[in-house]
């Protein structure tokens, strides 16, 4: 799964959660970065951001 630079240096991720089939391993997001190591097929089922970060409605929070 790639994240490109825009998203890690736009918002601040303080809770996501995931689904993975059948394993997920590891996930962490900080300020201006976001790690996520899995085996297997990874779905991102939810991405919240810290009240008052710079998110407009409509745009891509995760690919």
């Known amino acids: 799964m790639?994240?490109?630079e825009f998203?890690?240096?736009r918002f601040f991720c303080f809770l996501i959660l995931f689904t993975a089939f059948p394993f997920l391993l590891y996930?962490?997001?900080v300020p201006d970065r976001v790690t996520i190591?899995?085996?297997g097929p990874l779905q991102v089922s939810e991405v919240r951001?810290?009240?008052g970060d710079s998110?407009?409605?409509g745009d891509i929070?995760?690919?």
């Open 49 to 51: 951001v810290k009240l």
């Open 37 to 39: 190591t899995a085996r």
């Open 27 to 29: 996930s962490q997001a």
């Open 7 to 9: 998203f890690l240096k």
């Open 55 to 57: 998110v407009l409605s």
């Open 2 to 4: 790639l994240i490109s």
């Open 61 to 63: 929070l995760a690919v």
